[in-house]
C-alpha cells in the first residue's frame, strides 16, 4: 500500500525557516517524480514543486523560487521542502504527492500524503 | 502560465441528481487534465486523469469528457458520499495549476 506522511510543519515568525519531511512507502521511491501542493485555509490547491526521479529536474511555482527548495533521498525514501524566508501567504497545509509516471514529462498526482499545517505569523 | 477556471463555485444539488462542473483552461491542453475530489480535513483524491480516464476504484457513476480547452466531470447520480469540493488540474507543462475548485452543497 502506497502511504505518504508529511511532517515537519509547526508555527513560524516571518522571515523564519521550516523544513518539511515526507516518507514514503508501498513503492519504488526512486522511479517517481514527487510533488508539493499547498493549500492556504479555506482556499483551493496550489502545486509549489516538483522533483524528477533522480533530482535531475527541479520545478519551483512562482510564489516560491528563490525561497524554497525541494530534494529527496532516495536513499531513505523522504522526499523534502526547505522553506527560508516565510511570509504570511505561505501559511497553508503542504501535501506531498506521487506523480503517477503515466505521463512522461509532465504528471498527474495519484496519492496523497494528508498534509503538515504550517502557519508563519509573529 | 495556464489559467484554469472552474463553473459553477458552488452548487446547492440533491442525492440522485445528474451534476456537471466545467473547467475551462486558458491555452490549449490536449487531454492533460485530471479531477480530484476534496473532502473537509482530508487529502486531494484523484477521481479521472487524461480527461476521460477513470481512475481504479472510483465508482463509474463519475465520469469526465472534453479535450483543448473545456473540459467536464459529470457525476451521473449524486450520492451523499459525494458532497465534497472539486478540482481541475492541467498537466500539460509547468507550472500546473489547479482550478479555484467547485462545492458542491446538500439543497
Known amino acids: 500500500e502506497v502511504q505518504l506522511e508529511e511532517s515537519g510543519g509547526g508555527l513560524v515568525k516571518p522571515g523564519g525557516a521550516l523544513r518539511l519531511s515526507c516518507a514514503a512507502s508501498?513503492?519504488?521511491?526512486?522511479?517517481?517524480?514527487m510533488t508539493w501542493v499547498r493549500q492556504a485555509p479555506g482556499k483551493g490547491l496550489e502545486w509549489v514543486s516538483s522533483?524528477?526521479?533522480?533530482?535531475?529536474?527541479?520545478y519551483y511555482a512562482g510564489s516560491v523560487k528563490g525561497r524554497f527548495t525541494i530534494s529527496r533521498d532516495n536513499t531513505m525514501n523522504s522526499l523534502y521542502l526547505q522553506m527560508n524566508s516565510l511570509r504570511a501567504e505561505d501559511t497553508a497545509v503542504y501535501y506531498c504527492?506521487?506523480?503517477?509516471?503515466?505521463?512522461?514529462?509532465?504528471?498527474?498526482?495519484?496519492?496523497w500524503g494528508q498534509g503538515t499545517l504550517v502557519t508563519v505569523s509573529s | 502560465d495556464i489559467q484554469m477556471t472552474q463553473s459553477p463555485s458552488t452548487l446547492s444539488t440533491s442525492v440522485g441528481d445528474r451534476v456537471s462542473i466545467t473547467c475551462r483552461a486558458s491555452?490549449?491542453?490536449?487531454?492533460?487534465l485530471a479531477w480530484y475530489q476534496q473532502k473537509p480535513g482530508k487529502a486531494p483524491k484523484l477521481l479521472i486523469y487524461?480527461?476521460?480516464s477513470l481512475e481504479s476504484g472510483v465508482p463509474s457513476r463519475f465520469s469526465g469528457s472534453g479535450s483543448g480547452t473545456e473540459f467536464t466531470l459529470t457525476i451521473s447520480s449524486l450520492q451523499p458520499d459525494d458532497f465534497a469540493t472539486y478540482y481541475c488540474?492541467?498537466?500539460?507543462?509547468?507550472?500546473?495549476?489547479f482550478g479555484q475548485g467547485t462545492k458542491l452543497e446538500i439543497k
Open positions: 522533483i524528477s526521479s533522480s533530482s535531475g529536474y527541479i
Open positions: 488540474q492541467h498537466y500539460d507543462n509547468y507550472p500546473y495549476t
Open positions: 487524461k480527461a476521460s
Open positions: 508501498g513503492f519504488i521511491f526512486g522511479d517517481y517524480t
Open positions: 504527492a506521487r506523480d503517477s509516471g503515466q505521463s512522461g514529462y509532465a504528471d498527474y498526482f495519484d496519492y
Open positions: 491555452q490549449t491542453i490536449s487531454s492533460w
